[in-house]
């Protein structure tokens, strides 16, 4: 007869006391008991933080491409309202153009994803920004009766430009200190006459990373 042989495991199983002081380095290891173990805890975490920032950024900046079409929409409604040959028409630009433009602007802004504490502070001020300056564009046509009192847009122009100008060197900060580099879109600063000589209404476009 042919003796019986026992079948053979794939694997050779831990001898008792090997698996006991495997366990215990586990355990060690958990409590933070040896400085190797503490060094690849910070370095596991170092890298999730890094791949969580890397791509929030791609979020951001593939949402930016949306938020400036919605811009460009801005600029277009803008130019239409500086094109008026007569203040009444120019009002009504700004109500029936360039608020609800802006309006579309800001709801595009406000859905960009921002999947880090820092980005979402720094975005929320861009955003902040334009719908302070949407609010008073509206204030600003309700009480535009005369030429005298085109000025008031020039506080306007001027804190949004400024509010703009202060968010693209966060941004560009936050990218550079995450190995990221910000491209800006370049459109410029839509600066044109008003129908009573004044500089028309302008607004920047968010970056374009």
């Known amino acids: 007869m042919t003796p019986h042989r026992a079948p053979v495991s794939p694997a050779t199983p831990l001898r008792p006391a090997r698996a006991v002081a495997v366990a215990a380095l586990l ?4 409590l933070g008991g040896l400085p190797g173990c503490e060094k690849a805890r910070k370095e596991r975490a170092a890298r999730e933080a890094h791949a969580k920032v890397a791509t929030a950024i791609e979020q951001y900046s593939a949402a930016s491409a949306s938020a400036n079409t919605a811009h460009k929409e801005v600029l277009d409604a ?19 153009r360039v608020l609800p433009a802006m309006d579309l602007f800001v709801h595009k802004l406000e859905a960009i994803p921002t999947t880090t504490p820092e980005l979402k502070g720094v975005h929320g001020k861009l955003t902040e920004a334009y719908r302070r300056a949407r609010d008073e564009i509206a204030d600003f046509e309700r009480g535009l009766s005369d030429a005298q009192g085109l000025h008031r847009f020039d506080e306007i122009r001027t804190g949004l430009q ?4 202060d968010y693209r060197a966060q941004l560009a900060d936050y990218y550079k200190r995450h190995d990221r580099q910000l491209r800006l879109d370049g459109a410029r600063l839509a600066e044109s006459v008003t129908p009573t000589g004044r ?7 968010p970056a374009s990373p």
């Open 27 to 30: 355990a060690v290891c958990a």
């Open 78 to 96: 803008f130019a239409a309202a500086n094109a008026s040959t007569n203040l009444p028409d120019y009002k009504a630009a700004l109500r029936t």
């Open 162 to 165: 400024s509010a703009v100008a």
């Open 199 to 205: 500089d028309a209404p302008a607004a920047t476009t």
